[in-house]
């Protein structure tokens, strides 16, 4: 059975950094992609990152380009958000998800297209 597991989310202030990780098991870790999503009450479901599990290249939103950064372990079937200079737009939960790694990456920012989610992590930024 395969399970996602975020942690890492929290309060902080605005212009603050958090961490969240991912811990994926019960799958081969080198044959997905993984993404990053978030939501906002009253708003659908967005990617911010993902990687590509073909290329490694990683896709981010523009909201948050050069703010976040995703990287993965894979010794520990683990992947990371590390999320900088966080404004209040940015509260959220966030998801991680897995998708195949042979999925077309024209797909990659389309939820529908991932197989397994976390069960979120709540971030909070206070202005």
């Known amino acids: 059975q395969v399970h996602l597991v975020e942690s890492g989310g929290g309060l902080v202030q605005a212009g603050g950094a958090l961490r969240l990780s991912c811990a994926a098991s019960?799958?081969?870790?080198?044959?997905?992609?993984m993404g990053w999503f978030r939501q906002a009450p009253g708003k659908e479901r967005e990617l911010v990152v993902a990687i590509s599990g073909i290329s490694g290249n990683t896709y981010n939103a523009d909201s948050v380009k050069g703010r976040f950064t995703m990287s993965r372990e894979y010794a520990k079937n683990t992947v990371y958000l590390q999320m900088t200079s966080l404004k209040p737009e940015d509260t959220a939960v966030y998801y991680c998800a897995a998708r195949s790694r042979t999925a077309s990456v024209t797909s990659i920012a389309l939820p529908q297209s991932y197989n397994y989610w976390g069960q979120g992590t709540q971030v909070t930024v206070s202005s």
């Open positions: 019960g799958l081969t870790f080198s044959n997905y992609g």
